[in-house]
């Protein structure tokens, strides 16, 4: 053997390898703009991370379910106060982790999660729809600049309501929505019989066939179904969104009649069921923020303000605007059959999802799938929006307009590299910058003719925190409902804390000995009374969101949406104190013994006993016959009328 058979041969190192990003170039830059917009998302969201007074309705909501009292705002009263009922669950069944002892700051966190995770469903949702035509090619980050700019974005990211869940069920509709686009048909045919398999491989066969049960095309489809129909537990006005997903599922898919049915009883299964229990334990049809808003109704110039206050701070109708004409000249050069010189493609063809396969079009795709995919998110965004507008929008900024325009910019948050595409990214990159700096929204006044606030600047001023997210944080502030109540708790009197007309004071008046509550407060911040009072105090809304009795008023002002229907004390007297109580100065006597004589009479007395009586099998089905009628029942708010009217 001569003494170059003895050189030793390199072997590779034994060891960690070096980290490396995985795929081509193109895929990691792909992969950086989504997970980079995610990261802006949580950034931000977290630097302006807080609270407001209608998050602390869910969480006394929450605590009395944890205290064994059930959904209600008062024990012995049951109410529904939480709009989001999915939220309130979720919050609920957070609580029961160890170590969380303040569900407002779990309402925080866990909205800012899902916030994340919608925006990141959503784009890759977005880039699985680009990949169905075009397999490979860098995307560029457009629809989604004009989001991210937002002040709005940032602030509903947390606020402790269920706008972060409202993000986080769009975008993962859209991925589901596109996932079932992009798988292929199920094969008929079965796999050929094994045979007996040993002992020792009979576990390891059961997992790879539920692996294999739960990713194969098709078999997820009743569960893409069944959160489509989550939709009125995430928010009652997103039932259009759900419609209108299933509507697009069906299309994309085309089953046979059978396979249709199993969709829609997977869909309407849980919101049915729930509606049921809603309709025999509360005795109405829907939340009572629902009817104290008179959701049902129209409001279409106080609508058009809303929109308008949100659209015109940012200058949105530029971008908006801009990503318009990029899809007319789209359209145009598909017509033509020609590109961008990059190639473009809101809508696709087919290939695969993950930029392995191969564009053209896919054998066994429905006609339609692709038009389908593209129109259902901005129809569903459109009809968002027209509710919004309908109903009179709402007094938070930005708040209900936000889901409409994230479903509208769904198919374009991404873009194929191209002249076209680059050229719309400058553009928007240019506004965002300009909005990310300088663009902020009116803070709002009470002398406004139609009052709509930037309530995070709001609360952060009354409360003197810059990030108010616990309950402390609400109620540490010297205010002087919370100082009169605290007062009233200490000095065990069994009082009503009443808030009178035009905050004239807040004096204290025996409650009635059948009123079951060391103290009772009527105020207009519902949640901030919630806080203050303990679990077993009676709260009064005198603003009807939480009231049986106020929230089946006829409104009387409209200069706030949602709070339009303020309670006269009167009702409060007489609904809580005994005959011959004192009657504090500011409210009517006369109407005060109206009161009393309106609440024995007429369709107030089932009203009542409807959330108050004991629930038992009767009183259940009895709620249950007679919720529709109770749902669209309405009292004149001045008791004499009243009076008249019922007696």
């Known amino acids: 053997m001569s003494r170059s058979d003895e050189i030793p041969v390199p072997q590779p190192a034994q060891g960690p390898r070096a980290f490396g ?28 991370r807080w609270t407001n007074d209608d998050a602390l309705i869910y969480t006394r909501t929450v605590r009395q379910i944890l205290a064994g009292n059930g959904p209600v705002y008062n024990v012995g009263e049951r109410a529904e106060t939480s709009t989001g009922t999915l939220w309130q669950w979720l919050l609920a069944a957070g609580s029961t982790v160890p170590g969380v002892d303040d569900p407002l700051r779990l309402a925080v966190a866990l909205g800012l999660l899902c916030t994340v995770a919608g925006f990141l469903l959503a784009l890759d949702g977005t880039r699985r729809m680009l990949r169905l035509r075009r397999p490979a090619g860098a995307l560029l980050p457009v629809g989604v600049l004009v989001l991210l700019p937002l002040c709005a974005t940032w602030d509903y990211a947390t606020s402790g309501l269920e706008s972060g869940l409202t993000f986080g069920y769009l975008g993962g509709c859209w991925w589901l929505l596109v996932r079932a686009r992009s798988d292929p048909e199920p094969e008929p045919d079965r796999e050929p019989d094994p045979g007996p398999i040993p002992e020792r491989n009979r576990k390891a066969s059961a997992l790879r066939g539920l692996r294999r049960a739960l990713t194969a095309p098709g078999r997820a489809l009743p569960a893409t179904a069944f959160v489509f129909g989550l939709g009125p537990l995430v928010r009652p006005d997103l039932v259009l969104v759900g419609a209108v997903f299933l509507a697009a599922l069906w299309v994309v898919r085309r089953p046979r009649p059978r396979t249709a049915l199993a969709w829609a009883g997977a869909a309407v299964a849980l919101p049915g069921g729930y509606e049921l229990f809603r309709a025999g334990y509360y005795g109405v049809l829907v939340p009572l923020p629902a009817i104290a808003k008179e959701a049902s109704g129209s409001q279409w110039g106080y609508g058009w303000y809303y929109l308008r206050n949100t659209l015109d701070p940012y200058l949105l109708w530029v971008p ?36 392995s396969g191969s564009g053209g079009c896919a054998p066994g795709v429905p006609r ?9 998110p901005v129809l569903a965004g459109l009809l968002s929006a027209l509710f919004v507008v309908k109903v009179g929008g709402d007094f938070m900024h930005g708040r209900m307009v936000l889901p409409a325009l994230f479903l509208l910019l769904l198919p374009v948050l991404l873009l194929p590299f191209g002249r076209a ?47 108010p997210v616990s309950q402390y944080d609400h109620t540490a502030a010297p205010r002087d409902f919370t100082l009169v109540a ?9 009082t009503l804390v009443l808030r009178l007309p035009r905050d004239a004071g807040f004096p204290l008046v025996p409650l009635a000995q059948r009123v079951r509550a060391p103290v009772a407060g009527a105020e207009a911040r519902l949640g901030l009374a919630g806080a203050v009072l303990p679990l077993d105090g009676r709260v009064v809304d005198i603003l009807g969101l939480g009231n049986p009795l106020g929230a089946h008023t006829e409104p009387v002002s409209h200069r706030k949406a949602g709070h339009e229907k303020p309670l006269n004390r009167a009702w409060i007297l007489a609904d809580l104190t005994a005959p011959g109580a004192p009657v504090p100065r500011g409210v009517d006597p006369r109407r005060v013994r109206a009161a009393r004589h309106a609440l024995t009479c007429g369709p107030l007395p089932d009203l009542l006993d409807s959330t108050r009586a004991p629930l038992t099998p009767g009183r259940f089905w ?9 749902t669209t029942l309405r009292i004149p708010p001045d008791p004499l009328v009243a009076e ?3 007696c």
């Open 622 to 630: 009895s709620n249950l016959r007679g919720s529709w009628s109770r």
């Open 368 to 376: 339609g799938a692709d038009a389908a995919l593209t129109v259902a």
């Open 421 to 467: 595409a680059t050229v719309l990214t400058a553009a928007v990159a240019g506004w965002g910058m300009v909005c990310l700096v300088a663009l902020r929204p009116p803070l709002g006044s009470l002398e406004d003719e139609r009052i709509v606030f930037d309530s995070h600047s709001i609360y952060q001023q009354a409360l003197g925190a810059h990030h």
């Open 320 to 355: 908006l605007g801009l990503l318009a004409a990029y899809g007319v000249l789209h359209l145009v050069r598909t017509r033509h059959g020609s590109g961008d010189g990059g190639g473009s493609g809101i809508s696709g063809g087919s290939g695969s999802a993950d930029g």
């Open 644 to 646: 008249r009217r019922l």
């Open 486 to 494: 605290r007062h009233a708790l200490r000095e065990g009197g069994h």
């Open 21 to 48: 990003l995985p795929g081509t170039l193109v895929q990691r830059w792909n992969a950086l703009a989504v997970l980079a917009c995610g990261a802006t998302v949580l950034v931000l969201g977290y630097r302006h």
